[in-house]
Every structure is written in C-alpha cells, then in structure tokens.
C-alpha cells in the first residue's frame, strides 16, 4: 500500500517528531511511504533525506503569497506519484488535499492532533467540507469528543489513535539525592505554560528554603527564550533554571529528572509525557487536552489545572517531600505507557486504519 504523508510543517514539533518515528514501523509492516511538506524544508525533510525516505517539499512561504504555485506543485505530485491514501496534519494541508486529491480520487484521512486547534472559522469550513474527507483521526477522545461537537448531527467516520513513543531500556531507579532535579522538554511557546512553572518554583523555594535544594532543566527552544531568561531573572531564579535549548539525545536528559512537568495551557495528546513515563520519571502535568487519558490523578502522576501556580507549587512539593510516592507513580506510569503507547501498537492501528479506508471508503464512528 502506497501512502503519502503530508505535514503543513517540517519543524521539530511533536507531531512532526511521531512521524519520523512511526515511518520505520510502518515500512517493516509493507507500507510504501512518501513525505511531503508544505513549509520549506527543515527536519523532517533532512531525516527522510538521510533515511532513504522519499520526500517532497512544497515551499509555502511564511506569508503564502506563493499559495497558487504550491497548489500546482501539489497536484503534480498527486500525478507523478502512484498512491492510495493520503493522511494528512494541518489544516492548509488537509483543504489543499479536500480539493485537490479528492477529486482525483485519492482517499484523504486527516489526522487531528489537538481539540485547542479548532478557533475562528475553522469549525465552519470542517463543517462544509467533511464530506470530501474519508476518515478523521484523532490522536485523544478529546480531540474526538471536539469533531463531534462540531460535526453534531452528521458526525463522519473518526476515529482514536493514541501517539506511540519508543520503547527503551529499563531506567535508572530513582534515588534520593542532594538536588532534586525537576524538567521539562517542549519547545518555548506560550502555551506549554513556562510562566506558570517558574511562579510555581517561586513559591517552591520560598516554602522549602534551605531544606532542599533543586534546578529545574528546561529541554528545548523558541521566540520566548529572552521573556523567559528575563522572568528567571526576576524571580530569582538564575541559580535553579537552566534553559538546555535543543538537545539530540533528550532521553539521556530525561534520565537525569527526578520529576518530569508539563504545564501546559492547552495539549492534544503530548509526547513528551509518554516519554518521560517510559523513562520511568514521576510526571505532573496539567489537566488538557488528552493528558486525563493517560494520567489517573495520584496513581501514575498528578494533574492540576493549568494556570494555576499554587496548585501546581503544592504538587511539586508532595512529590519532593514524599519519594516514595514519587517512586511508586513513575514505576506505575511507565507501565502504563509500555502496555499502552507503543509505536508498535500505533502503526498497526494506523494500518487498520488505512486499509479499511482504501478498501471500503466508509466506516462508522468507534
């Protein structure tokens, strides 16, 4: 089976990072995979380069000025290259696939990554155009949950394929240590909550004093580096936050947390958690997007509301102060994740998926 995977973006997100996980199980399976992207080139594109994965890129500028001549180049590649479906992240992407691919009868499955993407007139245009998609996947029933409050009384074929991570070897077992160490991996972005975290370790250290020392690592990069530098600065924390930028091996990283955070505004249904959990590290996230559906609150994490740096300050000290309860949610998450979020078991779901899509064209809801 022939599939083309096209991504509105070739950046380091994690939408882009679970795709060029997922091709390798994919092809062991027999799938024949092609990339494409709308932007111009950039992560994605070099490790498909450097894997033998064939690939195209599109060249939207930022601007998309340029949008009639990507449209062009688009049906091209539909024309040259023989496929059988199309899955397809973003919403520019999945229009360009609505009337572009659809009328030459290639099936289209638009992937959803999120239910905080839905804004403006987005709701509107799904609406009007869901009959030019063959299937949606969600990657959360939270996401699911945001299609059918759209769609209402004529909900299409969607269904739920949780993101897989890698498995690895067992962790280091976690131990008490003088400094307790405290991360994040997510890209500097407003929404992944950093100002929350940083209050949060305010009032941590104004609670804690000199009882416990800790740092908190923060794993990757983005426009609010500076805003962020300037806030560590200004809550005195230069002696507790680092800013790592991006790192290549961050399970290596992740290794050295004691406590993983994830203090989002909004989430659709975040790797970095599973691999944190997989890694075996305690995690605290807030309670987004398709975070309940992997955390149960006490037993393999702890979640509180985003936005809220007291609640969030309270969870971080339970955890510091209690190890054995740290130790028990982080062997408990990773087992959760092994049994549940593998890649294995997301690119055989993908495939059944697929197949049912290419054979029958329709399907009902699950």
Request: glycine content about 10%; overall charge positive.
């Amino acid at each position: 089976m022939c599939v083309l995977i096209f991504l509105s973006s070739s950046g380091r997100g994690g939408r882009e990072l679970n795709t060029i996980r997922l091709i390798p199980y994919l092809q062991e399976r027999g799938m024949k995979i092609t990339v494409v992207v709308l932007d111009c080139g950039g992560y994605v594109t070099q490790w498909c380069c450097n894997n033998g994965v064939n690939y195209h890129f599109l060249g939207l500028w930022p601007g998309k000025l340029n949008f009639i001549a990507v449209a062009w180049r688009f049906f091209l590649i539909i024309i040259k290259t023989k496929i059988d479906l199309i899955q397809v992240y973003g919403f520019t992407a999945s229009m360009l696939c609505r009337f572009i691919a659809r009328p030459m009868g290639v099936r289209v499955v638009v992937g959803i990554v999120g239910a905080g993407h839905f804004t403006g007139v987005r709701p509107l245009y799904e609406r009007l155009t869901q009959k030019m998609v063959n299937c949606y996947v969600a990657n959360s029933l939270a996401g699911k949950n945001k299609l059918l409050q759209i769609f209402r009384d004529y909900p299409p074929w969607i269904d739920v394929i949780y993101n897989g991570v890698p498995g690895i070897k067992a962790p280091p077992p976690l131990v008490e240590k003088n400094c307790f160490t405290i991360g994040t991996v997510a890209n500097l972005r407003p929404e992944k909550g950093y100002d929350v975290m940083l209050e949060a370790l305010a009032q941590v250290k104004s609670d804690l004093g000199e009882r416990i020392i800790f740092k908190y690592l923060i794993v990757g990069d983005g426009a609010l580096r500076k805003a962020l530098t300037e806030k560590i600065h200004y809550l005195g924390l230069t002696e507790q936050v680092y800013l790592l930028g991006m790192v290549e091996n961050v399970t290596e990283v992740i290794y050295k947390f004691d406590l993983f955070v994830l203090p989002s505004y909004t989430e659709g249904f975040p790797n970095a958690l599973l691999e944190a959990m997989m890694a075996g590290r305690c995690v605290i996230a807030t309670n987004v997007g398709g975070v309940p559906e992997v955390i149960e609150d006490g037993y393999n994490g702890l979640m509180v509301e985003p936005g809220n740096p007291e609640e969030l300050s309270r969870a971080i000290k339970k955890v510091i102060l209690n190890h054995q309860l740290q130790k028990n949610m982080a062997l408990r998450g990773r087992e959760v994740v092994c049994k549940n979020f593998t890649l294995t078991r997301q690119a055989e779901e993908t495939i059944r998926v697929w197949k049912a899509v290419y054979q029958e064209g329709k399907g009902v809801s699950q």
